[in-house]
């Protein structure tokens, strides 16, 4: 339900729809008491049922409400209203990156770390908080219209000191770090490896990694690394092209330790390029001086190479390099020995005591290492063909077939199958009862959303029958204690258990939804009605001490009205009107207080002036109508003679009688 012209917390007034997510609507809002523009995130109703997305969802305010910095869209308030919980954000007028990267493909090596820079500050500030973000990607990075670039989006978020660690797969597929695929853990340098996928990204129009096939792109994230954007996109410079590798290196260990650290060598990069040193591959990074590196050998420097191990490792040409350090061969040292066999004539060359001295910066090493590693995955896969025609193992039963089930709860049957269809999956179907998802929409499926499974492993989607409507038992007369006991024991939620007036035994049930014998549906919360005791009994007695008894109990009295009665003495309380029936504890009565009998016996007013004589007629309820030619101002003076109703009459208050000086 659209909550559009609607004012949530008496506070909110809903403007329109901005965006629909997986767990939330997202509408652009007035805070009437502030008189700004806001973000307003109302969980769907049919999640906000269930303790666990409530949960996410005030973590994801409490965590994001925690950081306050310019380039973070900042969280002003949340609570529940109505039914609705929601949460109050910044409102950022603008694009998203990735509409502005839709528009635009490519921008400039420059132009990307500039926005880059701005992306870090504010993930900077979270991780220095103690956040991580886990969810980071261009459409969570706000592009204002008038104001600094903002990351926002902590629907994800974690505390850091937690370790994160989790069986279900987080985040999105296109920029989850390796770590979080294999280990299912993540830490700072996990948010660190999605920048670097979006900087690739920036660079180069396209992200690293294609394909719609999850398992295919996880087995890239884990196995094969991003390469280096100069590759896809001719003119990127070396210097951008060694920041990229370092921020998205395989081995979180080979990372950036936070979004800090990234971000002091962005700025650095930054500021070479618009020196014009963009083609340089080194920094000189205090971090990093006492690092010392093994320096690349080229293929001639190592004498001949065998034509087939050069064509396993993808290592032929002149100017292919082999790394040396920590070679399989045992080199692990500066004057280490490598056997390179496999030439025609069976010869062997010697390599020996390089004393190999440069220092290197750790992004260069870094490179180095994707190079070597590379060409022994390369070698290692080329092996596997050979031996085992038709190798489908990584993509079938092995890690490749590894995928994260989707959440299809409230789908239908056909969109369900349908989904599940591309994971090739041994699907059956069963129904059962459900009191949060209507009938005939998928309520779970086995395994659950989220977690990995391999392709053609066997899926169950569960369908709503609906919720199973039953009896409520007979709880009159109980505790409310027992009563809840009574209501779980046959699968029912105990509601509220609010304090009414009522005759029956104080501390009892004496009402609950259902108590007509109408079937609930099984699962919901019955709402129970305890008696507060009886109200006290006030007609008959005077004004002062009803108030005193009412208010002893509890009862508010919100106003007096007088009336007229032939049977209540003058002063007396005539009914009591309840504002609502039966009446809360602590709620409010109105008073009905007898001002005497409905009828009078007319005095003798002939002779009196005609202003007392009206006065006094007033006085006794009845209408009076002065019939003369003197001014008013004279009416003090001039005196009664005729009456239109004899004295002695009885008449009914509110009568109309006639008096005249003539």
Do not use: C
């Not at 600094?148 to 989790?166: C, M, N, Q, V, W």
């Not at 797969?169 to 996928?197: F, H, N, W």
């Not at 500066?334 to 004393?355: F, K, P, R």
């Amino acid at each position: 339900m659209s909550l559009v012209h609607q004012l949530l917390a008496d506070r909110y007034r809903i403007d329109s729809a901005i965006a629909h997510g997986g767990m939330a609507d997202v509408y652009l809002a007035t805070d009437e008491r502030l008189d700004r523009k806001v973000a307003v995130k109302v969980i769907y109703p049919h999640l906000a049922k269930d303790p666990r997305f409530t949960e996410k969802f005030i973590r994801e305010a409490k965590t994001a409400a925690k950081l306050n910095h310019p380039n973070l869209v900042n969280v002003f308030d949340q609570g529940t209203a109505n039914g609705h919980t929601y949460m109050v954000m910044e409102y950022v007028p603008g694009i998203t990156l990735r509409d502005a990267m839709d528009a635009n493909k490519q921008i400039s090596a420059a132009n990307a770390l500039h926005l880059l820079i701005q992306v870090l500050q504010g993930l900077a500030a979270a991780h220095k908080a103690g956040i991580l973000h886990r969810d980071l990607k261009p459409e969570n990075i706000f592009l204002s219209d008038d104001g600094p670039i903002k990351l926002g989006d902590f629907g994800l978020a974690r505390e850091a000191s937690a370790h994160t660690s989790t069986g279900t797969l987080m985040g999105t597929i296109a920029y989850i770090a390796p770590e979080l695929l294999t280990r299912g853990q993540a830490d700072a340098r996990s948010d660190v490896y999605s920048i670097g996928i979006i900087l690739f990204e920036l660079l180069t129009g396209r992200q690293p990694f294609g394909g719609t096939d999850i398992a295919h792109i996880a087995h890239q994230h884990t196995a094969v690394g991003v390469p280096a954007p100069s590759t896809v996109l001719a003119g990127i410079p070396p210097l951008v092209d060694e920041l990229t590798l370092w921020a998205t290196a395989m081995n979180p260990q080979q990372r950036p330790a936070n979004a800090q650290v990234l971000l002091d060598v962005v700025k650095r990069v930054y500021g070479e390029l618009k020196a014009g040193n963009g083609a340089t591959t080194r920094l000189d990074l205090p971090e990093f001086s006492g690092h010392k590196a093994t320096r690349v050998i080229s293929v001639d420097e190592t004498a001949v190479i065998g034509d087939s191990f050069a064509a396993a490792t993808g290592m032929a040409g002149s100017d292919a390099t082999v790394n040396l350090a920590g070679a399989a061969a045992g080199a692990a040292a500066s004057d280490a020995t490598v056997n390179l066999a496999g030439v025609a004539s069976g010869a062997t060359t010697v390599i020996g005591d390089l004393n190999i001295e440069e220092q290197l910066h750790p992004l260069e090493v870094l490179s180095m290492r994707r190079r070597k590693r590379g060409k022994w995955i390369a070698l290692t896969m080329a092996t596997s063909v050979l031996l085992a025609s038709g190798a489908g193992w990584w993509f079938s039963a092995g890690p490749g077939g590894l995928s994260a089930l989707p959440d299809l709860t409230s789908s239908t049957l056909s969109n369900a199958q349908q989904v599940l269809s591309q994971y090739s999956g041994d699907v059956s179907i069963q129904k059962e009862y459900s009191s949060t998802v209507s009938s005939g929409l998928v309520t779970h499926t086995d395994p659950a959303s989220g977690t990995s499974f391999w392709k053609g492993s066997h899926i169950t989607i569960f369908i709503s029958k609906g919720a199973q409507m039953v009896v409520v038992p007979n709880l009159r007369g109980m505790s409310p204690a027992l009563a809840k006991t009574k209501l779980a024991e046959v699968g029912f939620n105990a509601g509220s258990a609010d304090n009414y007036y009522s005759s029956a035994p104080k501390g009892t049930v004496f009402d609950y939804l259902g108590s007509d014998g109408t079937k609930i549906g099984l699962g919901s919360s019955i709402p129970l009605m305890v008696s507060a005791g009886s109200l006290p009994s006030v007609v008959g007695q005077q004004q002062t001490d009803a108030l005193k008894a009412l208010q002893a109990a509890g009862v508010k009295v919100s106003s007096v009205a007088m009336s007229y009665s032939d049977t209540v003495a003058t002063g007396a309380v005539i009914a009591v009107q309840l504002a609502s029936d039966p009446l809360p504890q602590g709620g409010s009565v109105t008073l009905s207080v007898s001002q005497g009998p409905t009828t009078v016996v007319l005095p003798n007013f002939k002779g009196e002036t005609l202003a007392a004589a009206q006065l006094a007629l007033k006085s006794l309820g009845l209408n009076v109508t002065v019939n003369t030619d003197q001014l008013q101002s004279a009416w003090g003076v001039v005196k009664v003679k005729s009456m239109s109703i004899a004295a002695g009459t009885v008449v009914k208050r509110g009568t109309q009688i006639i008096i005249s000086n003539k």
